[in-house]
C-alpha cells in the first residue's frame, strides 16, 4: 500500500479556485492509477475523478465535468486536482485513492478498486 497525504484544501467563495495536491509519504504511485473521492457531511462518499497510471486516461462525474481538471506529475511523484468555479455543493472532506488497476477505461472504477486512501483534506465552499 501507498500512505497517501493531501493538501490544498481550505474555504473559498463561490466561483473561485482551489487545487488539491497529493503525494505518497513514501514510495512512489507512478504504477499506481489515482482518484479523488469527496463526501460531504451526512451523504455518501462520491469518486470525483480519476486519472490512468501513465496520465493517458483521465474521468470525471458529471457534476464536475469542465470545472475540474486532474493531472500528475510522475517525476514529482503528485497528482492534483484543479478545481474552478466551485460552488457550495462542492463542499466536502476530499479524499485521494491509489489504485493497482492498468487499465485505461477508468468509469467502472469503484471506491473497492483503490487500496491506499489519504486523510483528506477540507473544502469550503461559501455563497
Known amino acids: 500500500q501507498v500512505q497517501l497525504v493531501e493538501s490544498g484544501g481550505g474555504l473559498v467563495q463561490a466561483g473561485g479556485s482551489l487545487r488539491l495536491s497529493c503525494a505518497p509519504s513514501?514510495?512512489?504511485?507512478?504504477?499506481?492509477?489515482m482518484g479523488w473521492f469527496r463526501q460531504a457531511p451526512g451523504k455518501e462518499r462520491e469518486f470525483v475523478s480519476a486519472?490512468?497510471?501513465?496520465?493517458?486516461?483521465?474521468w470525471y462525474t458529471d457534476s464536475v465535468k469542465g470545472r475540474f481538471t486532474i493531472s500528475r506529475d510522475n517525476a514529482e511523484n503528485t497528482v492534483y486536482l484543479q478545481m474552478n468555479r466551485l460552488n457550495p455543493e462542492d463542499t466536502a472532506v476530499y479524499y485521494c485513492?491509489?489504485?493497482?488497476?492498468?487499465?485505461?477505461?477508468?468509469?467502472?472504477?469503484?471506491?473497492?478498486?483503490?487500496?491506499?486512501w489519504g486523510q483528506g483534506t477540507q473544502v469550503t465552499v461559501s455563497s
Open positions: 485513492a491509489a489504485s493497482g488497476y492498468h487499465g485505461t477505461e477508468l468509469s467502472g472504477l469503484r471506491a473497492p478498486n483503490f487500496s491506499s
Open positions: 513514501r514510495r512512489t504511485f507512478r504504477n499506481y492509477a
Open positions: 486519472i490512468s497510471w501513465n496520465g493517458g486516461s483521465t
